[in-house]
């Protein structure tokens, strides 16, 4: 006989409510205020699931968040939610809910065999077992057969969010004790917020409260993460917290004590009281404290057959005995329950009495080996746990700032772990992830002996209910089998989440495009507007411009040739530029850059290095000086932010001077017209200044107008030809980008991207620090060894270079990397050392449409002094042959910088 | 997560502050020996318990300034501005 509603009672159930809902393909009606779980009772359904690793069959256990059995995949429009505890699912109109971990069948399982074969698959066994051959033989095996719930296979179509919450106190629970708590402190004027799991909480005045809210976890100074129906996600800041999360039952380990049918006994209380369902007809308690018996009076009194109740204790108060023979229930003092029988279900279990073994028939067994306070969150707050012997638990000790545990009081339990004398294989411990009393005694024989170790060896508490009830017991067995005084091993560290929570809630709404806001440029429209692909590398930036069908690579190199014998227009917006401003700058970026800014004239630009104090180059970029006490610098797009941080960093901690840092890069757009023709372009647009290279050489920055807008233009160049960065207000980005556009017409202006860009600069020997470098690089090394000698003051990094690795011969250093068959070298492709190993490494590499062959950049050992020299660079199982070369391959003598 | 007191801000979410390292640490000067200059690079202090480092209130006013913590209970045992002594 299994489960079935009973005829009244019930106080969360509508009655008069009927609700449709299919558990593995079956349609079944529960009611109104049913959880999954309950329904799928009074529907007599025992079987809901198979084990992980044995295919052992399972049924309900618990009725909350503690249930370790009844685990389903929760199918739900297009999501498909695994591993849901069918305990915590209310149930809805057109549920649809499927057993995980059973194939092809819940009831017809083919790795049910596994269950015969379970001596293979003892603790530890992927490690001994599998590892002849080859792991890998096994694997898809094991994969297919173990397991729980299937990966959803779309996107998850769930929204969630994120609140903030504040508070003066945080109830956490809402039993008597928290409920007592939250209305005293509202009283006292408090802003009170109260959250529970469950739902149908009395509403307090003054108090607010979230139903159906589980708090995940507990960090410092009153940090609060938790969960509404896992939907929002609320991050709750308390200046006082009370944990009233009352206590968890646990089982006791005897043979078969996995057989569906058998469950928690004060499970069984609340299936009676609150949902009106009766586990079965015929039921057995077995029970070491005074709760048991509650629970089976309580059920007996609504009707269900309670047929004996087993107490581990030789007597009980009289009362409690009383009550239970008025019930017609069998009494069995100093008794165990040694093993269970049945098959798919539990059909009898085994008593052994002081006056020997006796076997009872039932169709349900309520457990309850003691009750453990529900700590879960005390300990995560930091908070400390002492034995209580009377209770067999650990209880709540100490002190943690700011919370304060409310919990019940210890319930007296006799010690009763393990029932001797069954088939210890088949005591679980934990039953969702198989771990039985064996296990446990076989983890200590191979000396696992802590219960970290335990945990990890034999996963323990490693399933999604994370040990609420197996990490007690599991620690009392172990300190058992090991002969450690009982309560000197505690049960293993709980971590946050407290219940199973989607990846996507703890993101809430910090997916897709809002997980890192774009940064788009200023002419934005304008490059859409020119036909750009877009590649995000932190900012939007046109890769290329494709004309009639070319891909990427094709308009790179068109764009590429048309900046060396033309003109091209590049968006350099996400430049960096940072001001520098105050009497103190030049002394204070002498400090920062590589160079002497403070030589630098009014008017003129240098390229500078920025090192850390490890001598490592951080960034590279020129820094121009716009009057005697102001500098404008432009560090690279991708340091820009750092590059800020940075200089705030040591004029507020290191090097307190009269200097102000203002980074205004996204106050300006930066236009940069680089060719042969490029004055020619900025020459139709009315400048207010010379553009001729004896009043504005290469190098120089000036202010003025053009076309009439008011403008900084810095020539400066990183494509190797005349070239002008012209800077404009951000909102002036797209007239300026027109008007350039229309200048540069006659001459064949074409707009080019960060790919054309790429090849520029390395035909040029141009680094990109970070590609061309690594964290090893200094200056030394891309040859920049002789501005540090000429310098005779102190900056960040120096020191570092005159440590012995920094002066060791063998280092590696920039050159160029020539292939001797005009191929395109691999970027990561590795230079072979005479040793086999390996000497260096491609880190830069393209094809140059004006030399018609590859060009490539490498950080090679010695790379220097070995000019001219044939390489091997291996990548991926093929070879290449190169040539060591310099840096620059494409006008060595600079000259069309010149013009 | 901690709540951090901004010198300037008042008290705030650690979620706007960064975290900068030890305080008080001193940058040897140019010909100090590589000893020192290895202990300044690398060597920190780790105590379990009193910890004095520096913090930006990166999202806030962007000032710098030192905080004492205790490693083991995140307890703040003291905010105090860039350039005064450990108290």
Not at chain 1, 22 to 34: M, V
Not at chain 1, 596 to 613: A, D, H, M
Not at chain 1, 737 to 744: K, R
Not at chain 1, 848 to 861: D, K, N, Q, Y
Request: charged content about 20%.
């Amino acid at each position: 006989m299994t489960g079935y509603r009973l005829s009244h009672g019930g106080g969360r159930i509508d009655r008069g409510q009927s609700i449709d809902f299919s558990f593995n393909g079956k349609r079944y009606a529960g009611l109104a205020g049913d959880t999954l779980a309950s329904a799928l009772l009074a529907n007599g359904v025992q079987l809901v699931g198979r084990s992980f690793k044995l295919h052992r069959p399972r049924g309900i256990m618990g009725v909350g968040c503690e249930e370790t059995n009844a685990l389903v995949q929760l199918e739900h429009g297009l999501s498909s939610i695994p591993n849901v505890q069918a305990t915590m699912i209310a149930l809805e109109e057109g549920l649809v809910a499927q057993s995980i971990n059973a194939w092809p069948s819940l009831t017809w399982d083919i790795a049910g065999v596994n269950d015969r074969l379970r001596g293979l698959f003892s603790a530890g066994f992927y490690y001994k077992t599998f590892m002849w051959p080859d792991w890998h033989w096994f694997e898809w095996l094991i994969r297919r057969a173990a397991g729980l719930g299937k990966v959803p296979v779309v996107p998850d179509p769930q929204r969630y969010e994120a609140r903030h919450v504040e508070c003066d106190l945080l109830v956490i629970g809402g039993g008597r004790r928290g409920l007592a708590a939250a209305a005293q402190a509202a009283r006292d004027g408090k802003s009170v917020l109260l959250v529970d799991l469950d739902q149908g909480l009395p509403s307090l005045e003054g108090v607010r409260t979230f139903e159906k809210t589980a708090a995940l976890g507990v960090w410092d100074h009153g940090f609060v993460l938790a969960a509404s129906e896992g939907r929002v996600l609320h991050r709750i800041r308390a200046e006082q917290i009370i944990l009233a999360t009352g206590k968890q039952e646990r089982g006791i380990a005897f043979a078969n004590n996995d057989l569906p049918g058998i469950m928690l006994a004060g499970a069984i209380g609340r299936y009676v009281a609150d949902y009106a369902v009766a586990p079965g007809r015929s039921g057995i308690f077995f029970v070491n404290n005074d709760l048991g018996w509650r629970s089976a009076i309580e059920a007996a009194q609504c009707g269900v057959g309670v047929r004996a109740i087993v107490d581990a204790r030789p007597q009980v108060l009289p009362e409690l005995a009383d009550r239970a023979r008025a019930h017609g229930i069998d009494l069995f003092f100093s008794s165990l329950v040694r093993s269970a029988h049945g098959r798919g279900r539990v059909t009898g279990v085994t008593i052994e009495k002081p006056d020997g073994l006796s076997r009872l028939a039932c169709d349900f067994v309520g457990v309850s080996g003691g009750w453990n306070p529900a700590s879960q969150l005390w300990t995560m707050a930091g908070g400390q746990t002492k034995f209580n012997e009377r209770s067999q638990s650990f209880q709540p000790d100490g002190l943690v700032a700011n919370v304060e545990w409310a919990g019940p009081e210890p319930i007296e339990a006799e010690p009763i772990w393990t029932v001797h004398g069954g088939d210890e294989k088949t005591m679980f411990v934990d039953f969702q992830t198989d771990v039985t009393v064996a296990d446990i005694k076989l983890a200590a024989r191979e000396n696992y002996r802590s219960v970290e170790h335990l945990k990890r060896y034999t996963v323990l508490g490693m399933g999604v209910d994370q040990g609420k009830l197996s990490s007690v017991p599991g620690a009392m067995i172990l300190a058992e089998t090991i002969g450690a005084e009982p309560g000197t091993l505690s049960a293993s560290k709980v971590r946050p989440p407290f219940v199973p929570t989607a990846f996507g809630l703890i993101g809430a709404d910090l997916r897709g495009e809002r997980f890192r806001p774009r940064r788009y440029l200023p002419a934005h429209e304008w490059h859409v507007r020119e036909g750009a692909v877009f590649e995000d590398i932190g900012w939007e930036r046109p890769a290329a411009y494709p004309v009639g069908g070319e891909d990427i690579q094709a308009a790179a190199e068109r764009e590429a040739a048309a900046v060396r014998s033309g003109v091209g227009l590049l968006d350099g917006s996400p430049l960096g530029k940072i001001l520098v401003a105050g009497p103190e700058a030049a002394a204070f970026l002498d400090r920062v850059y590589v160079g002497t800014p403070s030589t630098l004239k009014p008017g003129r630009i240098r390229y500078g290095l920025v090192l850390n104090e490890n001598g490592t180059i951080l960034d590279d970029g020129v820094y121009a000086r716009l009057q005697d006490g102001s500098f404008l610098l432009s560090p690279s797009s991708a340091f820009a932010d750092r590059m800020v941080r940075l200089l705030e960093d040591l004029l507020q901690c290191e090097w307190p001077m009269d200097v102000v840092v203002q980074d205004v890069t996204e106050q300006y757009a930066v236009w940069t017209v680089a060719g042969p023709n490029a004055r020619n372009v900025l020459e139709a647009l009315q400048p207010s200044f010379d553009l001729s290279s004896e009043r504005f050489p290469h190098l120089s920055v000036r202010e003025g107008q053009l076309d009439g807008s008011e403008v900084r233009i810095q020539r400066v160049s990183f494509s190797g030809e005349l070239s002008y960065e012209i800077q404009v207000p951000a909102g002036q980005a797209v007239q300026m980008g027109d008007a350039l556009m229309a200048a540069g017409k006659p001459y064949g202006l074409v707009p080019y991207g960060i790919e054309a860009l790429e090849i520029l600069r390395i035909e040029k020997g141009y680094i990109h620090v970070g590609t061309d470098t690594d964290s090893e690089t200094q200056p030394g090394d891309i040859g920049f060894g002789g501005a540090i000698a000429k310098k005779q003051s102190d900056f960040l990094g120096r020191r570092a270079l005159t440590r012995r690795s920094s002066l060791s011969p063998y280092r590696k250093q920039l050159v160029g990397l020539t292939s001797l068959c005009g191929g395109i070298l691999p970027v990561g492709g590795h230079v072979r050392a005479p040793s086999g190993q390996s000497g260096g490494f491609v880190t830069s590499s393209q094809f140059s449409p004006v030399l018609g062959r590859g060009v490539a950049l490498g950080l090679v050992e010695q790379g220097q002094r070995r000019l001219g020299e044939i390489v091997e660079i291996v990548s991926l199982g093929r070879s290449w042959q190169a040539r060591i070369s310099e840096t620059v391959a494409y006008d060595r003598e600079g000259g069309r910088l010149d013009i | 997560m901690m709540r951090i007191a901004c010198p300037n801000c008042g008290l705030r979410d650690e979620r706007e502050f960064a975290y900068g390292g030890e305080a008080h640490i001193d940058r040897p000067e140019l010909d100090c020996d590589d000893q020192a200059w290895e202990e300044y690079l690398f060597l920190r202090a780790n105590p379990k318990g009193e910890h004095a480092e520096r913090w930006v209130h990166v999202h806030g006013c962007g000032v710098w300034f030192n905080l004492i913590r205790h490693t083991e209970t995140h307890e703040v045992v003291a905010v105090y501005v860039m350039g005064v002594a450990r108290p």
